[in-house]
């Protein structure tokens, strides 16, 4: 693994959590703040789906560094996100009695499910492999106080 983390899959997958927790923190204020819970679905999927588990798929792509070697991994990054979106905007149109709705939840719903499985599929892969680079828990916490993430 480089240590140049920059095109990293743990970078890659941090940074889009990271977006996915800001816009989840906004629309939770914005909920708070006008009364409107129609998009509390919304909220929650994009915080779990969104924040928590890719920050998640970081520190397992950080624990088992040769995860981000598989062009895999991109896939499913991609698939993931792109998912997620059509997931949320299904959601949101689901919300206001739109009949459109369905094909986004459908496709998102589907491409999610791609993404996991191929994820499970990298993890199970790598984890199972003679000479694993696996790290122990204190190792991947000693690692990330000392990573340097250029976020430019």
């Given at each position: 693994m480089k240590n140049n983390m920059k095109n990293s899959m743990n970078q890659r997958f941090i940074r889009i959590a990271v977006l996915w927790f800001a816009a989840g923190i906004m629309l939770g204020i914005y909920m708070g703040i006008s009364h409107q819970h129609i998009d509390k679905q919304v909220h929650v999927h994009g915080l779990l789906l969104g924040w928590v588990s890719c920050a998640l798929f970081a520190l397992v792509h950080t624990a088992w560094p040769r995860l981000q070697t598989l062009r895999s991994a991109a896939v499913h990054f991609w698939l993931h996100n792109l998912g997620l979106v059509m997931l949320l905007t299904g959601l949101v149109i689901e919300r206001r009695e739109a009949t459109m709705a369905g094909p986004f939840l459908g496709i998102g719903s589907i491409t999610l499910a791609v993404a996991t499985v191929i994820?499970?599929?990298?993890?199970?892969?790598?984890?199972?492999?003679?000479?694993?680079?696996?790290?122990?828990?204190?190792?991947?916490?000693?690692?990330?106080?000392?990573?340097?993430?250029?976020?430019?």
């Open positions: 994820f499970t599929w990298n993890v199970w892969r790598v984890t199972t492999m003679q000479n694993n680079d696996d790290l122990t828990m204190k190792e991947v916490s000693g690692k990330l106080h000392h990573a340097h993430f250029d976020l430019s």
